[in-house]
C-alpha cells in the first residue's frame, strides 16, 4: 500500500477547504510579520485574519496620555518615555505637542535609563510612562526597586500596564481562534491558554518567523473543523507550561491586579497592574495627586473598532487620509505594532 504522503503546513493552508474562520492575531508583531513575509496573500478566501489588542500603546487610553500631559505641563515634571508614546494624541495634543509648549520629555529605552536619568538629574522631578503587558511589566518593577534600593526620590512611574488573559476574556466571542503572542506566553506560560479550552476558548501560541507562523496557522485549520475547542503550543523552543517564575515573581512582589481601562475594550476588571503599597512613593498618582481624567479620542478614528475586530484599519473613514504615521490621528498609527500602521506600511487595504 502506497503511503499517503504528509502535508506540509504551506499546503495544509493552501488547501484548506473547511468553513469559515476567523482568527485573530492578538500580538501586533504578528500582525506585522504576517503582512511583511505575504502571508495574507496565500490564505483562502474563508479564512479572515484580524487584528486584536496586542499592542500595548494602541490599548493605552487617551486618559492615560492627559495624566502624562497635566504632570509636564501642570507639574512641570520631566516625563520619560518610549518614543511610541510621544506622538500618541492625548484629548487636546500628545506629548510632541506639550514638548512643543516647553514640557520637558525625554525618550528613553528602557524603564532603567529612567532612573539613571533622574539620579543624573537630581534637581528634576521624573517620571517614567509604564506601558506593556506582562513581557515589559518586570522591566518596571525593577526599575522601581532599583529606585527605592538607592534612595532616588525624584523618580516615580505612571502605570499603564495590563495583563492578557482577562483581554482574551473580554475577546472570546470576537474570532473563532487566537494567535496568541508567543513574548507575553514566554513569561506567563500557557497554563490560562489551556484553562480557556474549558470556555470554549480556542488558540494557538505562535512563534515569529514564516515556519512558526504557518506552522500555527496550519494547526488552526486542522483542529477547527473538528468542532471542539483546542489549545496547541506551537512556540516550544521559548514558551513553557510554567513560563518564567522569576518574572512572574517579580511583577507579584512590586505590583498588584486592579480594574484597567482599555480603548476601545473599556474596562476590564482585574486586567491592570498598579504598585503595591510598600512601593507608593514610587506611584505617580499619588505622589503629584494626579486628578481623575475622563479623555475623548478623536471620534473620526475607529481605533477601538480596529483593537475589537469589529473592522478592518482601511474601514476607518481617515485612514490614509487624514490620518497617516506623519500626522495619526490614533494611537494604532503611531505604534510600529499598530494594525494601522501594519496595513498603511504594507498595502492591506488593496489585498483585502
Known amino acids: 500500500m502506497e503511503m499517503k504522503k504528509k502535508r506540509t503546513a504551506l499546503e495544509i493552508i493552501q488547501q484548506y477547504d ?40 494602541c ?41 512643543s509648549q516647553g514640557a520637558h520629555i525625554e525618550v528613553v529605552y528602557a524603564p532603567l535609563d529612567a532612573v539613571t536619568y533622574a539620579q543624573t538629574h537630581c534637581e528634576e522631578e521624573v517620571v517614567f510612562l509604564s506601558v506593556g503587558f ?46 496568541y503572542p508567543g513574548h507575553v506566553e514566554a513569561v506567563m506560560g500557557t497554563s490560562h491558554c489551556e484553562a480557556l479550552v474549558q470556555e470554549g476558548v480556542s488558540g494557538v501560541v505562535a512563534g515569529f518567523t514564516a515556519k512558526e507562523l ?12 473538528q468542532g471542539k475547542p483546542f489549545f496547541k ?7 513553557t507550561e510554567t513560563g518564567s517564575q522569576a518574572g512572574q515573581q517579580l511583577m507579584a512582589e512590586v505590583m498588584e491586579p486592579c480594574d484597567s481601562q482599555w ?43 480596529v483593537l475589537q475586530g469589529k473592522c478592518k484599519p482601511s474601514d476607518c473613514p481617515v485612514f490614509a487620509k487624514g490620518c497617516t504615521p506623519e500626522h495619526p490621528v490614533g494611537a494604532c498609527m503611531v505604534s510600529h505594532e499598530g494594525a494601522c500602521s501594519a496595513y498603511y506600511q504594507y498595502g492591506g487595504m488593496l489585498h483585502e
Open 59 to 99: 490599548v493605552t487610553p487617551v486618559d492615560f496620555i492627559d495624566e502624562a500631559l497635566w504632570l509636564a505641563l501642570h507639574k512641570g515634571v520631566t516625563i520619560c518615555t518610549f518614543g511610541d508614546l510621544v506622538r500618541v494624541p492625548g484629548s487636546a495634543m500628545s506629548l510632541a505637542g506639550a514638548r
Open 263 to 305: 480603548r476601545g475594550l473599556g474596562m476590564i476588571k482585574q486586567s491592570g497592574m498598579q504598585l503595591r503599597l510598600s512601593y507608593a512613593a514610587y506611584d505617580a498618582r499619588k505622589k503629584y495627586d494626579v486628578p481623575s481624567m475622563h479623555g475623548h479620542a478623536n471620534p473620526a478614528c475607529r481605533c477601538g473598532d
Open 134 to 179: 506582562e513581557t515589559t511589566t518586570p522591566a518596571s518593577c525593577l526599575a522601581v526597586k532599583k529606585a527605592q534600593s538607592e534612595k532616588v526620590t525624584n523618580f516615580s512611574i505612571l502605570t499603564a500596564n495590563k495583563t492578557m488573559p482577562q483581554a482574551y476574556e473580554a475577546l472570546k466571542g470576537s474570532a473563532d481562534a487566537f494567535l
Open 18 to 57: 473547511g468553513p469559515p474562520i476567523r482568527i485573530m492575531e492578538v500580538c501586533g508583531t504578528h500582525t506585522h510579520e504576517i503582512f511583511r513575509l505575504g502571508i495574507r496573500q496565500i490564505l483562502p478566501p474563508q479564512i479572515e485574519l484580524i487584528s486584536g489588542p496586542g499592542c500595548p500603546v
Open 214 to 225: 504557518l506552522t500555527a496557522l496550519a494547526v488552526i485549520l486542522v483542529k477547527f473543523p
Open 233 to 239: 503550543n506551537c512556540y516550544p523552543r521559548v514558551v
